[in-house]
Protein backbone atom coordinates (compact mmCIF):
# COMPACT_ATOMS: atom_id res chain seq x y z
CA UNK A 1 0.00 0.00 0.00
CA UNK A 2 2.98 2.64 1.17
CA UNK A 3 4.37 1.56 -2.53
CA UNK A 4 0.68 2.18 -4.58
CA UNK A 5 0.69 5.47 -2.17
CA UNK A 6 4.73 6.67 -3.75
CA UNK A 7 3.99 5.85 -6.89
CA UNK A 8 0.67 8.07 -7.22
CA UNK A 9 2.59 10.76 -5.69
CA UNK A 10 5.52 10.61 -8.11
CA UNK A 11 3.79 10.04 -11.19
CA UNK A 12 0.27 11.92 -10.90
CA UNK A 13 1.74 15.08 -8.80
CA UNK A 14 -1.29 16.63 -7.01
CA UNK A 15 -3.72 13.63 -8.41
CA UNK A 16 -1.26 11.31 -6.52
CA UNK A 17 -1.76 12.76 -3.15
CA UNK A 18 -5.68 13.30 -4.06
CA UNK A 19 -5.53 9.36 -4.55
CA UNK A 20 -3.41 8.70 -1.49
CA UNK A 21 -5.98 10.89 0.64
CA UNK A 22 -8.60 8.77 -0.38
CA UNK A 23 -7.03 5.48 0.38
CA UNK A 24 -6.45 6.39 3.35
CA UNK A 25 -10.33 7.87 4.16
CA UNK A 26 -11.47 4.61 2.81
CA UNK A 27 -8.77 2.30 5.56
CA UNK A 28 -9.85 4.69 8.34
CA UNK A 29 -13.22 4.20 7.40
CA UNK A 30 -12.73 0.53 7.11
CA UNK A 31 -10.79 -0.47 10.31
CA UNK A 32 -13.80 1.62 12.02
CA UNK A 33 -16.62 -0.08 10.62
CA UNK A 34 -14.53 -3.18 12.07
CA UNK A 35 -14.59 -1.71 15.43
CA UNK A 36 -18.49 -1.15 15.57
CA UNK A 37 -19.37 -4.46 14.54
CA UNK A 38 -17.40 -6.12 17.19
CA UNK A 39 -18.37 -3.54 19.98
CA UNK A 40 -22.28 -4.31 18.89
CA UNK A 41 -21.37 -7.90 18.80
CA UNK A 42 -20.10 -7.75 22.13
CA UNK A 43 -23.48 -5.31 23.28
CA UNK A 44 -25.59 -7.78 22.08
CA UNK A 45 -24.19 -11.16 23.49
CA UNK A 46 -23.95 -8.81 26.60
CA UNK A 47 -27.68 -7.76 26.55
CA UNK A 48 -28.78 -11.60 26.09
CA UNK A 49 -26.26 -12.76 29.23
CA UNK A 50 -27.32 -9.98 31.67
CA UNK A 51 -29.57 -11.25 33.57
CA UNK A 52 -28.06 -14.67 33.84
CA UNK A 53 -24.93 -12.91 34.34
CA UNK A 54 -26.19 -11.16 37.37
CA UNK A 55 -27.41 -14.39 38.54
CA UNK A 56 -24.36 -16.12 38.72
CA UNK A 57 -22.50 -12.56 39.94
CA UNK A 58 -24.74 -12.88 42.86
CA UNK A 59 -24.85 -16.57 43.73
CA UNK A 60 -20.78 -16.41 43.42
CA UNK A 61 -20.84 -12.92 45.80
CA UNK A 62 -22.60 -15.03 48.42
CA UNK A 63 -20.77 -18.09 48.48
CA UNK A 64 -17.41 -16.04 48.14
CA UNK A 65 -15.44 -15.36 51.46
CA UNK A 66 -15.47 -11.66 52.55
CA UNK A 67 -12.26 -11.21 53.81
CA UNK A 68 -10.25 -14.26 51.73
CA UNK A 69 -7.05 -14.07 53.03
CA UNK A 70 -8.00 -14.17 57.15
CA UNK A 71 -9.93 -17.35 55.79
CA UNK A 72 -6.99 -19.13 54.28
CA UNK A 73 -4.72 -17.95 56.84
CA UNK A 74 -7.70 -19.55 59.61
CA UNK A 75 -7.74 -22.51 57.47
CA UNK A 76 -4.10 -23.40 57.28
CA UNK A 77 -4.00 -22.99 60.98
CA UNK A 78 -7.31 -25.76 61.59
CA UNK A 79 -6.31 -27.81 58.88
CA UNK A 80 -3.19 -28.34 60.63
CA UNK A 81 -4.29 -28.70 63.98
CA UNK A 82 -7.00 -30.64 62.78
CA UNK A 83 -5.20 -33.07 60.81
CA UNK A 84 -2.37 -33.74 63.76
CA UNK A 85 -4.52 -34.54 66.12
CA UNK A 86 -6.47 -37.45 64.31
CA UNK A 87 -3.60 -38.78 62.84
CA UNK A 88 -1.98 -38.98 66.72
CA UNK A 89 -5.84 -40.39 67.86
CA UNK A 90 -5.81 -43.01 65.16
CA UNK A 91 -2.40 -43.72 65.34
CA UNK A 92 -2.53 -44.30 69.03
CA UNK A 93 -5.64 -46.61 68.31
CA UNK A 94 -4.23 -49.10 65.80
CA UNK A 95 -1.25 -49.74 67.78
CA UNK A 96 -3.15 -50.37 70.90
CA UNK A 97 -6.74 -51.18 69.97
CA UNK A 98 -9.88 -50.99 72.17
CA UNK A 99 -10.03 -53.73 74.32
CA UNK A 100 -6.49 -54.55 74.68
CA UNK A 101 -4.32 -57.18 74.12
CA UNK A 102 -2.97 -60.39 75.18
CA UNK A 103 -1.02 -60.12 78.45
CA UNK A 104 2.67 -62.50 77.68
CA UNK A 105 2.73 -65.11 80.06
CA UNK A 106 5.21 -66.12 82.62
CA UNK A 107 6.83 -69.05 80.95
CA UNK A 108 7.15 -66.61 77.71
CA UNK A 109 6.02 -66.51 74.25
CA UNK A 110 3.04 -69.19 73.98
CA UNK A 111 1.06 -68.98 71.00
CA UNK A 112 -1.89 -71.44 70.91
CA UNK A 113 -5.22 -71.27 68.45
CA UNK A 114 -3.89 -68.81 66.45
CA UNK A 115 -3.36 -66.36 69.10
CA UNK A 116 -0.50 -64.79 70.59
CA UNK A 117 0.50 -62.40 73.59
CA UNK A 118 0.58 -58.60 72.52
CA UNK A 119 -2.56 -59.31 70.06
CA UNK A 120 -5.72 -57.49 70.15
CA UNK A 121 -8.07 -59.30 72.27
CA UNK A 122 -11.20 -57.82 70.18
CA UNK A 123 -9.92 -59.19 66.71
CA UNK A 124 -10.19 -62.42 68.22
CA UNK A 125 -13.81 -61.98 69.57
CA UNK A 126 -14.98 -59.98 66.84
CA UNK A 127 -13.25 -60.55 63.74
CA UNK A 128 -15.44 -58.63 61.41
CA UNK A 129 -16.64 -56.11 63.89
CA UNK A 130 -12.58 -55.13 64.24
CA UNK A 131 -11.35 -55.73 60.96
CA UNK A 132 -13.94 -52.66 59.60
CA UNK A 133 -12.60 -50.62 62.29
CA UNK A 134 -9.20 -50.97 61.61
CA UNK A 135 -10.31 -50.23 57.44
CA UNK A 136 -11.42 -47.17 59.03
CA UNK A 137 -9.30 -46.37 61.30
CA UNK A 138 -6.45 -46.46 58.80
CA UNK A 139 -7.96 -44.51 55.55
CA UNK A 140 -8.09 -41.91 58.20
CA UNK A 141 -5.15 -42.42 59.50
CA UNK A 142 -3.44 -42.01 56.04
CA UNK A 143 -5.65 -39.46 54.63
CA UNK A 144 -4.84 -37.31 57.70
CA UNK A 145 -1.28 -37.88 57.49
CA UNK A 146 -1.64 -36.77 53.39
CA UNK A 147 -3.43 -33.19 54.23
CA UNK A 148 -0.53 -32.86 56.87
CA UNK A 149 1.83 -33.70 54.52
CA UNK A 150 0.43 -31.26 51.25
CA UNK A 151 0.31 -28.31 53.84
CA UNK A 152 3.80 -28.17 54.47
CA UNK A 153 4.82 -28.97 51.35
CA UNK A 154 3.67 -25.43 50.30
CA UNK A 155 0.82 -26.33 47.95
CA UNK A 156 -0.92 -22.67 47.20
CA UNK A 157 -4.70 -22.35 49.25
CA UNK A 158 -5.11 -19.65 47.10
CA UNK A 159 -6.02 -22.17 44.37
CA UNK A 160 -9.78 -22.81 44.10
CA UNK A 161 -9.33 -26.36 43.11
CA UNK A 162 -6.73 -27.55 45.86
CA UNK A 163 -8.74 -25.43 48.68
CA UNK A 164 -11.74 -27.79 47.49
CA UNK A 165 -9.92 -30.78 47.35
CA UNK A 166 -8.69 -30.07 51.03
CA UNK A 167 -12.25 -29.59 51.94
CA UNK A 168 -12.87 -33.30 50.62
CA UNK A 169 -10.41 -34.40 52.54
CA UNK A 170 -11.33 -33.52 55.49
CA UNK A 171 -15.00 -34.70 54.71
CA UNK A 172 -13.45 -37.94 54.16
CA UNK A 173 -10.94 -38.05 57.56
CA UNK A 174 -14.00 -37.13 60.15
CA UNK A 175 -16.67 -39.44 58.24
CA UNK A 176 -14.23 -42.44 58.45
CA UNK A 177 -12.84 -41.31 62.32
CA UNK A 178 -16.96 -41.02 62.72
CA UNK A 179 -16.82 -45.00 61.52
CA UNK A 180 -14.11 -45.71 63.40
CA UNK A 181 -15.69 -44.45 66.88
CA UNK A 182 -18.73 -46.29 65.87
CA UNK A 183 -17.36 -49.90 65.05
CA UNK A 184 -14.84 -49.13 68.19
CA UNK A 185 -18.01 -48.39 70.58
CA UNK A 186 -20.11 -51.64 69.04
CA UNK A 187 -16.73 -53.90 70.23
CA UNK A 188 -16.59 -52.80 73.46
CA UNK A 189 -20.00 -52.05 74.45
CA UNK A 190 -22.09 -54.81 76.31
CA UNK A 191 -24.52 -56.08 73.62
CA UNK A 192 -27.55 -55.69 76.04
CA UNK A 193 -26.77 -52.44 76.19
CA UNK A 194 -25.71 -52.05 72.58
CA UNK A 195 -29.43 -53.17 71.96
CA UNK A 196 -30.44 -50.37 73.41
CA UNK A 197 -28.87 -47.44 71.94
CA UNK A 198 -28.59 -48.96 68.38
CA UNK A 199 -31.98 -46.93 66.88
CA UNK A 200 -29.76 -43.44 68.68
CA UNK A 201 -26.30 -44.67 66.71
CA UNK A 202 -28.85 -45.14 63.56
CA UNK A 203 -30.41 -41.40 63.92
CA UNK A 204 -26.79 -39.65 64.13
CA UNK A 205 -25.30 -41.76 61.80
CA UNK A 206 -28.58 -40.46 59.28
CA UNK A 207 -28.17 -36.72 60.63
CA UNK A 208 -24.52 -36.70 59.86
CA UNK A 209 -24.92 -38.18 56.24
CA UNK A 210 -27.55 -35.79 55.60
CA UNK A 211 -24.79 -32.57 56.78
CA UNK A 212 -21.91 -34.17 54.80
CA UNK A 213 -24.00 -34.26 51.63
CA UNK A 214 -24.69 -30.86 52.36
CA UNK A 215 -21.50 -29.71 52.55
CA UNK A 216 -20.02 -31.53 49.71
CA UNK A 217 -22.96 -30.19 47.48
CA UNK A 218 -21.66 -26.74 48.35
CA UNK A 219 -18.56 -26.98 48.22
CA UNK A 220 -18.99 -28.45 44.66
CA UNK A 221 -21.64 -25.81 43.46
CA UNK A 222 -19.01 -23.25 44.85
CA UNK A 223 -16.56 -24.56 42.43
CA UNK A 224 -18.61 -24.88 39.30
CA UNK A 225 -19.97 -21.53 39.88
CA UNK A 226 -16.48 -20.02 39.97
CA UNK A 227 -15.51 -21.85 37.32
CA UNK A 228 -18.79 -20.64 35.26
CA UNK A 229 -18.29 -17.05 35.85
CA UNK A 230 -14.90 -17.16 35.57
CA UNK A 231 -15.61 -18.34 32.10
CA UNK A 232 -18.70 -16.15 31.27
CA UNK A 233 -17.19 -12.61 32.11
CA UNK A 234 -13.44 -13.95 30.85
CA UNK A 235 -15.52 -14.18 27.25
CA UNK A 236 -17.08 -11.27 27.62
CA UNK A 237 -14.40 -9.12 28.46
CA UNK A 238 -12.69 -10.21 25.36
CA UNK A 239 -16.06 -9.16 23.12
CA UNK A 240 -16.37 -5.78 24.39
CA UNK A 241 -12.31 -4.74 24.03
CA UNK A 242 -11.45 -6.80 20.50
CA UNK A 243 -8.17 -6.17 19.64
CA UNK A 244 -8.54 -5.23 15.99
Excluded at 79 to 96: E, H
Aim: aromatic share 12%; proline share 3%; charged share 15%.
Amino acid sequence: MKTDMLYYKTVGGDGGSEISDIVLKQLHLDRKHLSTMATNIGGDSGKEMKGWRKGLKRVGNWMAHKDKDKWLKDMRGMLSLMATVIATMTFQSGINPPGGVLPAKDSGVDCQNDSCPGQSVLALVYTQDFKYFLYFNTICFVSSSAVCLLLVSGFPLKNRFFTWLMSIGMCIILSTLSLTYLFGAQMIVPDLLWDDITTMFGKVIIVWLVLLVLIAVFLSLRLIFWFVTKCMFGQSKVLQNPTI
